[in-house]
Antibody
Framework: QVQLKESGPGLVQPSQTLSLTCTVS????????VHWVRQPPGKGLEWMGR???????SYNSALKSRLSISRDTSKNQVFLKMNSLQTDDTGTYYC????????WGQGTLVTVSS | DVVMTQTPVSLSVSLGGQTSISCRSS???????????LYWYLQKPGQSPQLLIY???NRFSGVPDRFSGSGSGTDFTLKISRVEPEDLGVYYC?????????FGSGTKLEIK
């Protein structure tokens, strides 16, 4: 069945770089897009960016200067890197499969704090 | 960016009752391919969002027929009938027509 799972450090220091991995199973990264969505504590959902099935990427313009999404199709993994983290980057980070976001990972909580 | 305005912010519904949530977009969500990429999600407490409705009015697999979506262009509605305890949570609309993709701010449903 389709599964996505986020992994990464739970704590990041301000000004440092966040690196997250989304490991997928049950579908191919060369057939489906994978998106990253984040949610600050107690707040709504924000689309961050997308890895397209053909390797192209799109980013939220508000994050574009700090954000990079890449992948390793042989490992069924999509990566998110975001630099210059600040406290308002604290939140739960999700990866979700494109085509309607029918499948989501369980999310990983990232806290930005010294 | 397309702004998705959801109303109300919160609502309280009796078990077995009916309610609706409105979602309005700042521009038409009709894509050049003719589809309207408007979706509805429910995020239950402590969980990831789950897809309820795709492309305005299509129920996702396993979603009860108590949930229905309607609308067109810039004005959309999610209706929930015969409300059950498991319906509590925050409902989000989302548009997948224009980049950057955007979500509504959410509607919190409480059970009376």
């Amino acid at each position: 069945q389709v599964q996505l799972k986020e992994s990464g450090p739970g704590l990041v220091q301000p000004s440092q770089t966040l690196s997250l991995t989304c490991t997928v199973s049950g579908f191919s990264l060369t057939s489906y897009n994978v998106h990253w969505v984040r949610q600050p504590p107690g707040k709504g959902l924000e689309w961050m960016g997308r890895m397209r099935y053909n390797g192209d990427t799109s980013y939220n313009s508000a994050l574009k200067s700090r954000l990079s999404i890449s992948r390793d199709t042989s490992k069924n993994q999509v990566f998110l890197k975001m630099n210059s983290l600040q406290t308002d980057d604290t939140g739960t980070y999700y990866c979700t499969r494109g085509g309607g976001f029918a499948y989501w990972g369980q999310g990983t909580l990232v806290t930005v704090s010294s | 960016d397309v702004v998705m305005t959801q109303t109300p912010v919160s609502l309280s519904v009796s078990l077995g009752g009916q309610t609706s949530i409105s979602c309005r977009s700042s521009q038409s969500l009709v894509h050049s391919d003719g589809n309207t990429y408007l979706y509805w999600y429910l995020q239950k407490p402590g969980q990831s969002p789950q897809l309820l409705i795709y492309k305005v009015s299509n129920r996702f697999s396993g979603v009860p027929d108590r949930f229905s979506g309607s609308g067109s262009g810039t004005d959309f509605t999610l209706k929930i009938s015969r409300v059950e305890p498991e319906d509590l949570g925050v409902y989000y609309c989302y548009q997948g027509t224009h980049y950057p993709l955007t979500f509504g701010s959410g509607t919190k449903l409480e059970i009376k």
